[in-house]
């Protein structure tokens, strides 16, 4: 009966041609791409991070090089190809910023803000916008934040927040608001010490409500899972500009996972940090302040690092990932009014969620750029036809840790960067725009 409904409102939510809800969803620690993220923690010297990423790297049997070297990703084989004969890509024009990976990126209507992040040693606070429509990059104002790598952040429909991250003198508690329409930047109340002090995509996550910023996963200062920081959940008011403590989930946060805001919850799904390589559900409600555990999916226990995970506006669309057997094919949609589960089609190929930020949902297709997989090229589900298409080859194949983002009608791409014999990783200058 679920698979007869879903099939007739992702019919009907194609025809109805409506453009797809603005989900933010943190530039989190998910995949093999996001251990390489946990490894960078050690390389900055942050106790909090670090701590994290041991818990991680035992958890998916990673070892680590010798000094918290950086380690490349390994190279998978090619993916066949098959698809849209329309679709491609296009480069984009030079940023006036320097390249970089593990930045924070969102889209506001209209363009692209990307800021902060590293390449090799160097920690940036700058910042750019790119508008798609006149294909311009204009620098954005100066910060009041020290430069960082994976800090949390959502859009607002008028500001970009940005809390936590971390750099070279540790992990930030700090936050700030940037304004486009003024170019004007200003400090925010920092997360308390109460939860922790911080928040970072190695295993942090926020959302947006429509009023307030709803986080979970919070680092402390101390040894265990998320160095000792508080289980709550917190929202954030930026009218109040104050933090209010939630309830105690009954898990701790994935490192590796996604969050998505449904409306009325925000739902994190990702491999479980307490029972490594299960993977879990959990669901918070701002308004009650209850969590509630989601039913296990057909995609079974094992835990996998990088899953897809979108919001459609009705449905939680998630699959594939990198687990233990390698990439997985799977899918399934989730319902959270009946909290039931219905198995999609399996795709032609295995394949990784965005690893750094959302997936992408078109109002009618699920859509992975996968660029991290040399010779990968977009996987798009249609979920009225529950069908799989294969789109060209990406240009900057075994890119690692770049933002993608949706702008109504085309994907952004730009940063990260691609491994360089077991390092990772040398910066990709080209960014580039995908039309599906």
């Not at 791409?33 to 923690?41: G, K, L, V």
């Amino acid at each position: 009966m679920l698979e007869d409904n879903l099939r007739t409102l992702f019919t009907l939510e194609a025809e109805a041609d409506q453009p797809p809800p603005h989900i933010s969803v943190p530039a989190a620690a998910r995949s093999a791409r996001a251990r390489q993220r946990q490894r960078r923690a050690l390389t900055i010297g942050s106790p909090v991070l670090a701590a994290a990423a041991v818990i991680a790297v035992i958890a998916t049997s990673v070892a680590l090089a010798g000094g918290g070297e950086r380690i490349a990703l390994p190279a998978r084989p090619a993916v066949p190809s098959a698809g849209p004969a329309s679709a491609g890509w296009t480069r984009l024009p030079v940023a006036p910023i320097a390249p970089r990976s593990e930045y924070t990126a969102v889209w506001t209507g209209k363009e692209m803000i990307v800021w902060g992040g590293y390449s090799s040693t160097a920690q940036y606070g700058d910042g750019a916008a790119y508008d798609p429509a006149t294909r311009t990059w204009t620098k954005i104002a100066a910060a009041p934040l020290a430069g960082r790598d994976l800090p949390v952040t959502v859009w607002t429909g008028q500001d970009m927040l940005i809390f936590g991250g971390a750099g070279t003198s540790g992990a930030y508690s700090d936050g700030a608001a940037y304004d486009p329409a003024a170019n004007t930047w200003r400090k925010l109340a920092p997360i308390p010490g109460s939860l922790g002090g911080n928040l970072t995509g190695s295993g942090s996550y926020a959302v947006w409500t429509g009023k307030v910023m709803v986080a979970w996963g919070f680092f402390g200062h101390g040894a265990g899972t998320h160095g000792g920081g508080s289980l709550a959940a917190a929202t954030y008011n930026p009218a109040a500009n104050s933090w209010t403590t939630g309830t105690v989930a009954p898990a701790q946060a994935p490192l590796f996972g996604d969050a998505v805001w449904t409306g009325t919850e925000m739902i994190v799904w990702g491999s479980s940090a307490d029972s490594p390589g299960h993977l879990e559900g959990l669901a918070y409600d701002p308004a009650t302040r209850k969590w509630s555990t989601l039913p296990a999916s057909p995609l079974g226990p094992a835990g996998r690092d990088s899953t897809l995970a979108v919001w459609t506006g009705r449905y939680l669309v998630v699959g594939g990932g990198d687990g233990p057997a390698g990439l997985q094919k799977d899918a399934a949609a989730y319902d959270p009014v009946t909290g039931s589960w219905m198995r999609l089609p399996d795709a032609p190929v295995g394949f990784e969620g965005n690893g750094t930020a959302a997936d992408i949902w078109t109002g009618a297709s699920v859509i992975t750029i996968d660029d991290g997989v040399p010779g990968g090229r977009p996987l798009s589900l249609n979920l009225t036809t529950r069908s799989w298409a294969l789109g060209p080859k990406a240009p900057v194949p075994g890119r690692q840790e770049a933002d993608e983002l949706w702008t109504g009608s085309e994907v952004l791409v730009w940063g990260g960067g691609v491994p360089v014999g077991n390092s990772c990783c040398s910066a990709v200058k080209p960014g580039y725009s995908y039309t599906p």
